[in-house]
């Protein structure tokens, strides 16, 4: 309540800003033509075709960045023709030194060097937008926008050509975007949103031909016109891609097991579809898919029990998965959980969940993943204004062989049959300044067998979303509303409610308690927020998001914890033009507080930071937190709420110019109590050389540093007549080291290295168990174990508590080495458009190290000499466009 009264101060003086409208400015128009009879221009680069002389230049950029509104070093001017299956465009970038144009090569979508790009919002819905990015070495570039600029996803990778070319005069480009690979409507008069934008590298300065402030809001709704564009016919899409993979393994054997013999080999083989049922709408069918990933997930140790979240890569999935997203609760505050969304994809395909239980002597096949037999995704936007999508996908029963010495085999379930299904629906209303729209999932899981009844039997999700903007879209108000409801067996949902997201067996929690009997849980979630985010130098966003307890989304969703309400405000101040010193810079103050449902006041920090992008083209910023109050519901999983010590943080980040040969930067941050209960420190630097066009190799080190006095060990039953709720005082050292090569033999022929030594290890002492979880000093918290009270033989402590040498209980050593070493080396060619050959070579090895050796021992002990895991690969597609 206390926060009120500032609060509204905030939006008072916010409100008077916003009457200001003189930030609006008149949209640029350009008016095209048909080339009737006229030979389309070949696409060489040259704009020497007399095509093109049937339209005007437009031009007259505007610098855009670093100094807003003023005429740009060199200028860009393009010209804009059409027939039935194509839109082309030619450009024009003027440059009184050609020789100095920088034509940096890299893979499609590097965005390297001097380029130019076309925006085409064809949907002229003023939120999304086709971007098509051409670079001064001929590297293309594609991503599809959404979200009004919020959004560039690079995953859409549509057939379109170019060509460019150096001259006296500077550089020229000519582009061929088929109508097939754009989205609009039947009228016989068109009119499209249009944007382009210049990177003059040389000055690393952008220039734009619709003029667009800095402080205003969006980027699509901002957009010129496209006019003259008539009687073109909606090209409905349809795409066929086949593809095949041949693979090899090979790993160390394992000896006496049949199933680690030391190699393994498979050709598959499947086929993909895209087929246009409206220009609008798409339907995406796989059959059999691959769903490899190039590139490997980066490793990483999660000591608070918390799942991690990882991107996703897989492209049938990443295409178009703007249309699917369902926040939870993202906010321009951050720290309100940002990556729970209602879909994660990669619980489809997921590893299997279950592990058969053996006995001494058997081995297991378990298999890796979960192939998915067909999936089919409807997706799009439609012109008035609709964006739909429909997933629907089916994941086979896994089975995992179990042999024994005398070759007795045997089969159980470790993943059942399984149907995935999502739904979203958006509608743009208010001249596209406002929407609507809604997700439901459903995930049903077919005849579980007794050992997965652990698993939910079937898991369903619903939620409302809704953003309204006013004023030229400088305010806005959103939010959304999410329900839960999980059904399984007695087993299934007692562990839900036991798990660490959840934990209703909490022993402090008299809001709480675990129902054995319990066969369905539901729960709702949501998030709701107002802002300013253009006109002026200031900006701001306040809002507040909850997860009640029952709250669960994890069989297709992501989402890390529930019983959560929290309230978060965001005020930043940034400069609009470049002084001496600085090209801009932004100051913001943040605060947030939480409360669980028990109306336990669980959490408030403050922070306040700063970015600079400095004359030189430095990048710099620097913050500090402060929270005097945190307790947490999940330290002692399922023990009492446990108070954590007043803490103080920083980070801090330099990075030097992009623009020259090789660059550099370092990244570091801090915490510590103010009772020296923990403290951590991360560094990382490193560099990006690029010695010619076609070269790029980086070296980035890290190194992490962990301390504390707390860290969760286990909960023993029954010790004296009570639970122990058992702690240690971990040093825990992290040190990874992630190298890249790129060649670029040509824009559609690359070689590329990626590398990740990685070692994590942990050490533990001063063992303690909790007697008073919430007391104030922090020695008061604890019972701590003499040396005299804890003996360690065979891997194992056993504890002693009344000195009566009879050991009260015992637990393993958790002390901790994990070792890994993980590469990639992808060769990749588009022999032609849209059609690929990747050859892949990656490595593993993955063991558990003696927590006893130093850090770099350890390291080059257990990858150098060690046999990894080797997977040769080889996968071709083709791609049919009819």
Same mark, same amino acid.
């Given at each position: 309540m206390k926060y009120i009264p500032f609060i509204l101060l905030i939006l008072l003086t916010f409100q008077l800003e916003a009457q200001d409208t003189t930030n609006v400015v008149a949209k640029k128009i350009y008016v095209t033509k048909g080339? *009737?009879?006229?030979?389309?221009?070949?696409?060489?680069? =040259?704009?020497?075709?007399?095509?093109?002389?049937l339209v005007d230049w437009a031009g007259d950029y505007i610098e855009w960045q670093p100094d807003e509104n003023?005429?740009?070093s060199h200028q860009t001017k393009f010209k804009i023709i059409y027939d039935t299956k194509n839109l082309y465009i030619g450009v024009r970038c003027l440059d009184t030194e050609p020789d100095k144009i920088v034509r940096r090569l890299s893979r @499609? +979508?590097? &965005?390297? #060097?001097?380029?130019?790009?076309?925006? !085409?919002? /064809?949907?002229?819905?003023?939120?999304?937008? %086709?971007?098509?990015?051409?670079?001064?070495? #001929?590297?293309?570039?594609?991503? &599809?926008? /959404?979200?009004? #600029?919020?959004n560039w996803d690079p995953s859409w990778n549509p057939i379109w050509y170019a060509k460019t070319h150096i001259d006296e005069e500077g550089w020229t480009a000519e582009i061929r975007i088929p109508l097939s690979q754009l989205k609009f409507g039947k009228a016989e008069s068109q009119v499209w949103g249009l944007q382009s934008t210049r990177r003059y590298f040389r000055n690393e300065e952008r220039s734009v031909w619709q003029r667009k402030p800095v402080d205003q809001p969006g980027w699509v709704s901002e957009f010129g016109e496209l006019h003259g564009l008539k009687n073109i016919e909606p090209q409905k899409q349809l795409e066929i891609q086949p593809y095949t993979v041949a693979k090899m393994e090979t790993y160390e054997a394992e000896e006496g097991?049949? %199933?680690?013999? *030391?190699s393994e080999s498979d050709i598959t083989g499947g086929l993909d579809a895209k087929i246009g049922i409206t220009n609008d709408l798409t339907l995406d069918l796989t059959v059999n898919p691959d769903f490899g990933q190039v590139d490997a997930d980066p490793s990483a140790i999660a000591l608070d029990g918390f799942q991690i979240f990882f991107q996703e890569r897989r492209p049938f999935f990443v295409e178009n998965k703007n249309i699917f997203d369902f926040s939870v609760s993202q906010s321009e505050a951050g720290n309100t959980f940002g990556s729970d969304n209602v879909f994660y994809s990669r619980r489809i395909g997921r590893s299997p969940q279950a592990y058969p239980n053996t006995v001494d002597g058997e081995f297991v096949d378990q298999p890796d993943n979960t192939p998915i037999i067909g999936a089919a995704k409807f997706s799009g936007k439609t012109k008035n204004g609709w964006a739909i999508g429909v997933l629907e996908s089916v994941t086979a029963q896994r089975q995992a062989t179990i042999i024994d010495g005398s070759d007795n085999r045997r089969k159980e379930v470790v993943e059942p049959l399984t149907n995935y299904f999502v739904g979203r629906l958006q509608k743009d209303f208010n001249d596209r300044n /406002?929407? !609507? *729209?809604? !997700?439901?999932?459903?995930?049903?899981?077919?005849? =579980?067998?007794?050992? =997965?009844? &652990?698993? $939910?039997?079937?898991?369903?999700? *619903?939620?409302? +979303?809704?953003? $309204?903007?006013?004023?030229? @879209?400088?305010?806005?108000? #959103?939010?959304?509303?999410? =329900?839960s409801h999980v059904q399984g067996s007695e087993e299934a949902i007692e562990n839900t409610q036991r798990s660490i997201a959840h934990l209703f067996n909490r022993v402090d929690a008299d809001y709480l308690s675990v129902d054995s009997t319990r066969t369905s849980l539901s729960g709702t979630g949501g998030n709701v927020q107002i802002g300013k985010i253009g006109n002026g130098h200031w900006r701001f966003e306040s809002g507040g998001t909850w997860r009640s307890p029952e709250l669960e989304l994890n069989d297709i969703g992501f989402q890390r914890q529930a019983d959560d309400i929290r309230h978060y405000t965001w005020i930043g101040y940034q400069t609009l033009k470049p002084d001496s010193t600085f090209r801009r810079v932004g100051i913001n103050y943040n605060h947030w507080t939480a409360w669980d449902f028990g109306g336990n006041h669980n959490y408030l920090q403050f922070n306040t930071n700063s970015w600079q992008n400095w004359k030189n083209n430095y990048q710099t910023n620097i913050g500090f937190n402060y929270a005097p109050i945190e307790y947490s519901n999940f330290a002692l999983r399922g023990g009492p709420r446990l @108070?954590?010590?007043?803490?103080? /943080?920083f980070w801090n980040n330099i990075q030097t110019d992009s623009r020259k040969k090789i660059q550099f930067s370092f990244y570091h941050e801090g915490r510590k109590a103010v009772d020296n209960s923990f403290k951590s420190y991360y560094m990382e630097g490193g560099f990006v050389y690029q010695?010619?066009?076609?070269? @790029?190799v980086s070296a980035f080190p890290s190194l992490g540093i962990n301390h504390d006095k707390l860290q969760f060990i286990d909960n023993l039953d029954d010790v004296n007549g009570s639970t122990r709720y058992l702690n240690g005082e971990i040093d825990q050292r992290t040190l990874s080291m992630s190298v890249r090569l790129n060649y670029t033999i040509n824009p559609n022929l690359t !070689?590329?290295?990626?590398?990740q030594p990685f070692i994590s290890r942990g050490r533990y002492s001063n063992f303690k168990h909790i007697t008073d979880a919430t007391a104030k000093r922090f020695e008061d918290r604890f019972v701590q174990y003499g040396a005299d009270q804890a003996t360690l033989s065979d891997g194992v402590y056993a504890i002693d508590e009344d000195l009566d040498n009879v050991a009260d209980f015992s637990f393993g050593n958790p002390d901790f080495s994990f070792v890994q070493f993980r590469s990639n080396l992808v060769v990749r060619w588009e022999y032609i458009p849209g059609s690929e050959i990747f050859l892949v070579w990656s490595q593993d090895v993955s063991r558990s190290g003696d927590p006893t050796d130093g850090l770099l021992p350890s390291l080059g002990d257990n990858i150098f000499g060690q046999k990894p895991q080797n997977i040769f690969l080889v996968k071709a597609t083709y791609r049919f466009v009819l």
């Amino acid at each position: 309540m206390k926060y009120i009264p500032f609060i509204l101060l905030i939006l008072l003086t916010f409100q008077l800003e916003a009457q200001d409208t003189t930030n609006v400015v008149a949209k640029k128009i350009y008016v095209t033509k048909g080339l *009737g009879n006229e030979t389309p221009p070949t696409i060489n680069g =040259l704009l020497d075709d007399p095509a093109w002389n049937l339209v005007d230049w437009a031009g007259d950029y505007i610098e855009w960045q670093p100094d807003e509104n003023t005429p740009p070093s060199h200028q860009t001017k393009f010209k804009i023709i059409y027939d039935t299956k194509n839109l082309y465009i030619g450009v024009r970038c003027l440059d009184t030194e050609p020789d100095k144009i920088v034509r940096r090569l890299s893979r @499609r +979508d590097g &965005f390297e #060097g001097d380029w130019v790009e076309f925006n !085409i919002d /064809s949907y002229f819905d003023k939120r999304t937008a %086709f971007s098509f990015t051409i670079t001064a070495a #001929g590297v293309k570039g594609d991503e &599809f926008v /959404s979200n009004n #600029g919020n959004n560039w996803d690079p995953s859409w990778n549509p057939i379109w050509y170019a060509k460019t070319h150096i001259d006296e005069e500077g550089w020229t480009a000519e582009i061929r975007i088929p109508l097939s690979q754009l989205k609009f409507g039947k009228a016989e008069s068109q009119v499209w949103g249009l944007q382009s934008t210049r990177r003059y590298f040389r000055n690393e300065e952008r220039s734009v031909w619709q003029r667009k402030p800095v402080d205003q809001p969006g980027w699509v709704s901002e957009f010129g016109e496209l006019h003259g564009l008539k009687n073109i016919e909606p090209q409905k899409q349809l795409e066929i891609q086949p593809y095949t993979v041949a693979k090899m393994e090979t790993y160390e054997a394992e000896e006496g097991n049949p %199933f680690k013999d *030391g190699s393994e080999s498979d050709i598959t083989g499947g086929l993909d579809a895209k087929i246009g049922i409206t220009n609008d709408l798409t339907l995406d069918l796989t059959v059999n898919p691959d769903f490899g990933q190039v590139d490997a997930d980066p490793s990483a140790i999660a000591l608070d029990g918390f799942q991690i979240f990882f991107q996703e890569r897989r492209p049938f999935f990443v295409e178009n998965k703007n249309i699917f997203d369902f926040s939870v609760s993202q906010s321009e505050a951050g720290n309100t959980f940002g990556s729970d969304n209602v879909f994660y994809s990669r619980r489809i395909g997921r590893s299997p969940q279950a592990y058969p239980n053996t006995v001494d002597g058997e081995f297991v096949d378990q298999p890796d993943n979960t192939p998915i037999i067909g999936a089919a995704k409807f997706s799009g936007k439609t012109k008035n204004g609709w964006a739909i999508g429909v997933l629907e996908s089916v994941t086979a029963q896994r089975q995992a062989t179990i042999i024994d010495g005398s070759d007795n085999r045997r089969k159980e379930v470790v993943e059942p049959l399984t149907n995935y299904f999502v739904g979203r629906l958006q509608k743009d209303f208010n001249d596209r300044n /406002s929407y !609507i *729209g809604g !997700i439901f999932t459903a995930t049903n899981r077919e005849n =579980l067998p007794e050992s =997965l009844q &652990f698993l $939910h039997s079937s898991a369903y999700t *619903g939620g409302l +979303d809704f953003k $309204h903007q006013w004023n030229n @879209r400088d305010w806005y108000v #959103g939010g959304n509303v999410t =329900l839960s409801h999980v059904q399984g067996s007695e087993e299934a949902i007692e562990n839900t409610q036991r798990s660490i997201a959840h934990l209703f067996n909490r022993v402090d929690a008299d809001y709480l308690s675990v129902d054995s009997t319990r066969t369905s849980l539901s729960g709702t979630g949501g998030n709701v927020q107002i802002g300013k985010i253009g006109n002026g130098h200031w900006r701001f966003e306040s809002g507040g998001t909850w997860r009640s307890p029952e709250l669960e989304l994890n069989d297709i969703g992501f989402q890390r914890q529930a019983d959560d309400i929290r309230h978060y405000t965001w005020i930043g101040y940034q400069t609009l033009k470049p002084d001496s010193t600085f090209r801009r810079v932004g100051i913001n103050y943040n605060h947030w507080t939480a409360w669980d449902f028990g109306g336990n006041h669980n959490y408030l920090q403050f922070n306040t930071n700063s970015w600079q992008n400095w004359k030189n083209n430095y990048q710099t910023n620097i913050g500090f937190n402060y929270a005097p109050i945190e307790y947490s519901n999940f330290a002692l999983r399922g023990g009492p709420r446990l @108070r954590q010590s007043p803490w103080m /943080s920083f980070w801090n980040n330099i990075q030097t110019d992009s623009r020259k040969k090789i660059q550099f930067s370092f990244y570091h941050e801090g915490r510590k109590a103010v009772d020296n209960s923990f403290k951590s420190y991360y560094m990382e630097g490193g560099f990006v050389y690029q010695p010619i066009n076609a070269l @790029r190799v980086s070296a980035f080190p890290s190194l992490g540093i962990n301390h504390d006095k707390l860290q969760f060990i286990d909960n023993l039953d029954d010790v004296n007549g009570s639970t122990r709720y058992l702690n240690g005082e971990i040093d825990q050292r992290t040190l990874s080291m992630s190298v890249r090569l790129n060649y670029t033999i040509n824009p559609n022929l690359t !070689i590329q290295y990626w590398g990740q030594p990685f070692i994590s290890r942990g050490r533990y002492s001063n063992f303690k168990h909790i007697t008073d979880a919430t007391a104030k000093r922090f020695e008061d918290r604890f019972v701590q174990y003499g040396a005299d009270q804890a003996t360690l033989s065979d891997g194992v402590y056993a504890i002693d508590e009344d000195l009566d040498n009879v050991a009260d209980f015992s637990f393993g050593n958790p002390d901790f080495s994990f070792v890994q070493f993980r590469s990639n080396l992808v060769v990749r060619w588009e022999y032609i458009p849209g059609s690929e050959i990747f050859l892949v070579w990656s490595q593993d090895v993955s063991r558990s190290g003696d927590p006893t050796d130093g850090l770099l021992p350890s390291l080059g002990d257990n990858i150098f000499g060690q046999k990894p895991q080797n997977i040769f690969l080889v996968k071709a597609t083709y791609r049919f466009v009819l």
